[in-house]
């Protein structure tokens, strides 16, 4: 079922997309069928706040799994492994349910990479605040790193989730730790672009030591 989700994500990205040229959305690489988009592949898509334009999608929204707007021609591309996490994070979910017999429901047996990953972590990708609390509560280690070298808190950072970056600071969560490409989770918060969480980890960032690499 996973690999059939990716093939027809694949088709989408191919085909021309219905949607005004007006729309913000029309000029995004990440848009798969309108009113869909990786960021918004469950329930009723794209946000009404976005889908009108009265929203600038290149600053976060509520559940857009900290993928943005971003011009077609622009020479990024989501790599595969992206990808893949995106998509295991509507595990359990309906993706893309108004497009007939198309409908894709993710797999109820996680892809090996995310089989891996600690429950804490999944939680803190897809901001449910209270698995996270329960976790936290269990005593689970706070600094745990998935194969990346990322630490729940990174993940929060990365997908923008304020309150599960609080309660993980509170917890006593190292910040000065870094990934496989040395960034801590404050230049993670920072090349996303997400400033209210950069200033919650500059208060515990120790005095001299912070920098903008």
Known sequence: MFSKAMSILDEKFAAILDCP???QCSRC???VEWPY???FLSGSGIPEEIRENT???VLPFPGDHGIRFLEKDSPYELSESSLREVIAQYQGTVIMPELGNRKLE???NRSKTESLTPDLIHACKIGDVEAVKQHLAEGINV???DEQ???PLMHACRNCHPEIVKLLLKNGCDVHVTDKYSKKAIHIALDWGYPTIVKL???YEEPGHFDFR
Do not use: M, P, Y
Request: a negative charge; glycine letters at 4%.
């Open 55 to 57: 929203f600038d999608h």
């Open 21 to 23: 040229e007006s729309i």
């Open 201 to 203: 980890l500059e208060v």
């Open 29 to 31: 690489k990440h848009l």
């Open 149 to 151: 070298g990322n630490t």
């Open 143 to 145: 600094n745990q790193r």
């Open 106 to 108: 993710v797999a109820e």
């Open 37 to 39: 988009c990786l960021a």
